[in-house]
């Protein structure tokens, strides 16, 4: 789990209102998820779960699809689970592997932490573009993840 520092106050007038609610990884962590994502592999990983949804795949469905042997695969997966980008579960014999959108929600909060210097018509076409390129599943993966909240 994420160590959380409190987000500074970002008041964006008008109709966008950036993260406003949300807490933020420290620089630390974020440089750890932008580690496990520079290899080649674990980004095709990642990306596959992140399109796959919030259910995840089961580790040999991963490894099929992306033609990994398992224990590349194993290793590999490993690596973005200690940057916390993804999470797995067991199912009987089965290790089901899914992204972990609050740590993702996150980083990308992160990255865009200062977008807009209190301009919002900056920073609008962003978010219209990220909600556009994945439709409804963005809208059901965002309505499932739970939200960190303030401490």
Do not use: W
Not at 26 to 46: G, M, N, P, Y
């Amino acid at each position: 789990m994420l160590e959380i520092s409190p987000l500074r106050a970002t008041i964006v007038t008008g109709q966008l209102r950036c993260f406003d609610h949300y807490r933020i990884m420290k620089s630390s962590q974020a440089l750890a998820a932008f580690a496990a994502l520079s290899q080649e592999t674990r980004l095709a990983i990642f990306r596959l779960l992140i399109r796959d949804g919030s259910d995840g795949l089961p580790a040999g469905e991963i490894a099929s699809r992306l033609v990994v042997q398992p224990s590349t695969l194993s290793f590999h997966v490993a690596a973005l689970e200690r940057a916390g980008l993804v999470t797995s579960r067991r199912l009987q014999r089965q290790i089901f592997y899914a992204p972990n959108f609050e740590d993702i929600r996150g980083l990308v909060t992160f990255l865009l932490e200062d977008c807009c210097g209190g301009r919002p018509e900056i920073c609008a076409d962003i978010f219209s573009d990220i909600q556009a390129s994945c439709g409804p599943s963005c809208e059901t993966a965002s309505a499932a993840a739970p939200r960190k909240s303030a401490r």
